[in-house]
């Protein structure tokens, strides 16, 4: 009896791989006007795939203007958005273009996965309106991001704390030095953040709250 063990385990291993097979070929045919669609549209110059819709709930704007010129593509089988199921963390390898500089690969990465980034908006929606679908560009100025926007204008540590790791215990040094640098000046008054515009303020509290990941780099 034992010896037909290892027989059947790879009968068995021979029909799961001929199953997959199948099943990927039907996804293929299932896919297959998207799949030419995909290698003809560059999604990098869709507002709606970078989000951009969702401004002032968004993450920064500076190179809006480099992917809406398409100067930024994806490589190869990253155009391909049915893989995407594959790609929780949201990561993708492109190109970039300059016309001086010649072009050159880049990562570009999301600040969270696509649940995460959906749990962001309902939160924003919940705090705003009570329900967990809203406007969000309406939502956005009836949040707390809003309130140190339009009122307060000051990053103390007594506003943020708690937030996210970067600010669990900040400290005003901490804070005057990520606005210094999220605003590429040298003023060292630039807790109150006079030097953004407004939708830049939302966008740097709605990033420091998120995930300051960015902030740490920059």
């Known amino acids: 009896m034992l010896r037909f063990l290892p027989l059947k385990l790879g009968r068995l291993y021979?029909?799961?791989k001929l199953l997959l097979v199948l099943g990927l070929s039907v996804i293929l045919l299932m896919n297959t006007h998207n799949l030419f669609a995909s290698?003809?549209?560059n999604e990098l110059t869709d507002r709606r795939f970078i989000n951009l819709n969702?401004?002032?709930?968004?993450?920064?704007?500076?190179?809006c203007r480099k992917f809406m010129?398409?100067?930024?593509?994806?490589?190869?089988?990253?155009?391909?958005?049915?893989?995407?199921?594959?790609?929780?963390?949201?990561?993708?390898?492109a190109q970039y273009g300059e016309p001086r500089?010649?072009?050159?690969?880049?990562?570009?990465?999301?600040?969270g996965s696509n649940q995460e980034l959906?749990?962001?908006?309902?939160k924003i929606c919940k705090r705003a309106t009570g329900r967990p679908r809203c406007d969000l560009i309406q939502a956005m100025y009836k949040t707390e991001f809003a309130r140190i926007n339009g009122d307060v204008r000051l990053l103390?540590?007594?506003?943020?704390?708690?937030?996210?790791?970067?600010?669990?215990?900040?400290?005003?040094?901490?804070?005057?030095?990520?606005?210094?640098?999220?605003?590429?000046?040298?003023?060292?008054?630039?807790?109150?953040?006079?030097n953004l515009k407004d939708t830049?303020?939302?966008?740097?509290?709605?990033?420091l709250a998120f995930n300051p990941e960015p902030l740490v780099l920059q």
């Not at 010129?69 to 199921?85: A, I, P, T, Y």
């Open 200 to 207: 830049e303020r939302m966008q740097l509290l709605m990033t």
């Open 69 to 93: 010129n398409g100067q930024v593509s994806f490589e190869s089988w990253g155009r391909l958005r049915f893989l995407d199921v594959f790609n929780v963390k949201n990561v993708f390898f």
């Open 118 to 122: 959906a749990e962001i908006d309902q």
């Open 156 to 194: 103390t540590p007594g506003v943020v704390e708690g937030w996210s790791d970067l600010v669990h215990c900040p400290s005003q040094r901490l804070l005057d030095r990520v606005v210094r640098r999220y605003a590429e000046t040298k003023d060292s008054g630039s807790f109150l953040l006079k």
């Open 14 to 16: 021979r029909c799961l």
């Open 39 to 41: 290698f003809q549209k």
């Open 101 to 111: 500089e010649g072009t050159r690969r880049v990562v570009l990465k999301r600040l």
């Open 54 to 63: 969702k401004c002032p709930a968004c993450f920064g704007t500076s190179w």
